[in-house]
């Protein structure tokens, strides 16, 4: 594995762990709060409409979480890799990892962390 490989895995290993770990961590941790007065009306129903989902509708429903902040991340990584373009904007984006080019690879490499780790 050559350095830039190897640079851009430890990357999305990263982002996965300090997005997706730690944001169902907290989706979890959120779910599991009781209902009170002082919440917001929309946390109050969210954690209703939770609360009244069966077990495995509840893992569904994770599952859809889980899945969504892996589209968006690798939908951001194509952008910022060129792979994937914006919409109504000409501008480049482009990421350097220790002052070096990603190679266009991040969305990919990205993509392949989760195929390889997470979907077993």
Same mark, same amino acid.
């Given at each position: 594995m050559d350095y830039m490989n190897k640079m851009n895995i430890d990357f999305v290993e990263s982002l996965y762990k300090s997005i997706i770990v730690e944001h169902m961590e907290l989706y979890e941790n959120i779910f599991n709060t009781a209902v009170h007065e002082n919440m917001? &009306?929309?946390?109050?129903?969210?954690?209703?409409?939770?609360? $009244?989902? @069966?077990? &495995?509708?509840?893992?569904?429903?994770?599952?859809?979480?889980?899945? @969504?902040?892996? $589209?968006?991340? @690798? $939908?951001?990584?194509?952008?910022?890799?060129?792979s994937s373009t914006l919409n109504d904007c000409d501008l480049e984006p482009k990421l350097l990892l220790d002052n070096k080019d990603t190679e266009n690879e991040l969305q990919d490499t990205f993509l392949a962390y989760i195929e390889e780790n997470h979907m077993k």
């Amino acid at each position: 594995m050559d350095y830039m490989n190897k640079m851009n895995i430890d990357f999305v290993e990263s982002l996965y762990k300090s997005i997706i770990v730690e944001h169902m961590e907290l989706y979890e941790n959120i779910f599991n709060t009781a209902v009170h007065e002082n919440m917001p &009306e929309y946390r109050k129903k969210t954690l209703e409409f939770y609360n $009244n989902l @069966s077990q &495995e509708n509840k893992e569904v429903l994770m599952g859809l979480l889980k899945q @969504s902040m892996i $589209n968006a991340i @690798s $939908n951001l990584l194509g952008i910022i890799d060129g792979s994937s373009t914006l919409n109504d904007c000409d501008l480049e984006p482009k990421l350097l990892l220790d002052n070096k080019d990603t190679e266009n690879e991040l969305q990919d490499t990205f993509l392949a962390y989760i195929e390889e780790n997470h979907m077993k």
